[in-house]
């Protein structure tokens, strides 16, 4: 069963900078489509960056210019980097092979708390 571990959250000041961890226990990102999702208080689960086995990317227009995508295959781990933070990418982050904008393919991990203070 693949584990995945989210970690690099934080409290940051609104124009800052953040970047999130996701550890995987198999090697997973060369063949599935992995993605970053995140989850603020009342809303849904969103999907906000992804990137294919092949290595393209895509992102929400809420994030597009602010956000990256990344991964270390040889470490099972992927990134995102975070840039111009504002009060309104608060969230609870989440990493998961894409299944759907909202649903993933594995289970979920505990996610990783992102806050940004205006």
């Known amino acids: 069963q693949v584990q995945l571990v989210e970690s690099g959250g934080g409290l940051v000041q609104a124009g800052g900078s953040l970047r999130l961890s996701c550890a995987a226990s198999?090697?997973?990102?060369?063949?599935?489509?992995m993605g970053w999702y995140r989850q603020a208080p009342g809303k849904q689960r969103e999907l906000v960056a992804a990137?294919?086995?092949?290595?393209?990317?895509n992102y929400a227009d809420s994030v597009k210019g602010r956000f990256t995508i990344s991964r270390d295959n040889a470490k099972n781990t992927m990134y995102l980097q975070m840039n111009s933070l504002k009060p309104e990418d608060t969230a609870v982050y989440y990493c998961?092979?894409?299944?759907?904008?909202?649903?993933?393919?594995?289970?979920w991990g505990q996610g990783t708390q992102v806050t940004v203070s205006s």
């Open positions: 998961n092979g894409v299944r759907g904008p909202r649903t993933g393919r594995y289970s």
């Open positions: 198999g090697s997973i990102f060369s063949i599935n489509a």
């Open positions: 990137m294919t086995s092949g290595g393209t990317t």
